[in-house]
């Protein structure tokens, strides 16, 4: 089985920084793309930015410039460091893992529990 977690989320003001950090865990073949999602109270769930495991990367328009997404394949974890912080970034985030088991040729996808980033004004 596989086991994605998040950590790193927390509350901070307008302007600041923090640094999500997301392990996968089990019977893992291979991890295709690793990214975040985050749903804020109220909406649907968003991506925010993904990775491949070749090191290419795609963000939301609402974060390209400001987030910078990144991996350690040797740990199967993906990163997520959020500069200059925004209201709006409020939100669980979530991570994402495009994956094969040991027992099976398909991609699939697991998630994380998430973890709460509050952004103060």
């Known amino acids: 089985q596989v086991q994605l977690v998040e950590s790193g989320g927390g509350l901070v003001q307008a302007g600041g920084s923090l640094r999500l950090s997301c392990a996968a865990s089990?019977?893992?073949?291979?991890?295709?793309?690793m990214g975040w999602y985050r749903q804020a109270p109220g909406k649907q769930r968003e991506l925010v930015a993904t990775?491949?495991?070749?090191?290419?990367?795609n963000y939301a328009d609402s974060v390209k410039g400001r987030f910078t997404i990144s991996r350690d394949n040797a740990k199967n974890t993906v990163y997520l460091q959020m500069n200059s912080l925004k209201p709006e970034d409020t939100a669980v985030y979530y991570c994402?893992?495009?994956?094969?088991?040991?027992?099976?040729?398909?991609?699939?996808?697991?998630w994380g529990q998430g973890t709460q980033v509050t952004v103060s004004s």
């Open positions: 990775i491949t495991s070749e090191g290419s990367t």
């Open positions: 994402n893992a495009a994956l094969r088991l040991y027992y099976s040729p398909n991609v699939r996808d697991s």
């Open positions: 089990g019977s893992i073949f291979s991890i295709n793309a």
